[in-house]
């Protein structure tokens, strides 16, 4: 006799190790845009044009061990700190689904006690208008390795 149980582990030991993903829906596609253009926007250590990229009610958390900064002068404030420094955010691998964005980075910066950096980013761009209303930084090394890609050549 079968039960339930033992009829649901029957179905996962015969599905397939790999699972194809459905392709971007065009709001998806939109905020993975979004997420690429402010990566990209930093390296030129405007914090204007950085902050163009999010909501007036914004929050951002720098690592997952921190309160976030809320609130747009507190984010212009943590962001400030370290914008100057900033090299290149070299966008990994990218995933998106419905109103989030979560990509991994190799973070490179020209000063300060990290030059190169593993992270991961969430973000949140708005519904409406596409900015970004929570962006939360997860430390790479401290991502559980079940998570983490492997990092990649650079080519």
């Not at 690429?36 to 999010?54: E, G, L, Q, T």
């Not at 990509?103 to 208008?129: C, E, Y």
């Amino acid at each position: 006799m079968f039960t339930a149980a033992g009829l649901g582990l029957a179905s996962v030991a015969v599905t397939p190790s790999t699972v194809d993903t459905a392709e971007w829906t065009a709001a998806e596609k939109a905020n993975v845009q979004v997420v690429k253009d402010f990566c990209a926007v930093f390296p030129n250590h405007d914090i204007n044009r950085v902050m163009a990229f999010f909501a007036e009610t914004c929050a951002y958390r720098t690592a997952e061990t921190q309160e976030p900064n809320k609130g747009r002068q507190s984010v212009i404030d943590r962001i400030g700190s370290y914008i100057n420094s900033v090299e290149k955010f070299e966008i990994l691998e990218t995933f998106a689904s419905g109103p989030m964005v979560m990509n991994q980075r190799r973070d490179h910066f020209t000063s300060g006690p990290l030059k190169i950096g593993m992270a991961w980013g969430v973000f949140s761009p708005g519904r409406q208008d596409r900015r970004m209303v929570r962006l939360h930084d997860f430390d790479g090394a401290s991502v559980t390795p079940q998570c983490a890609l492997p990092p990649r050549p650079i080519l």
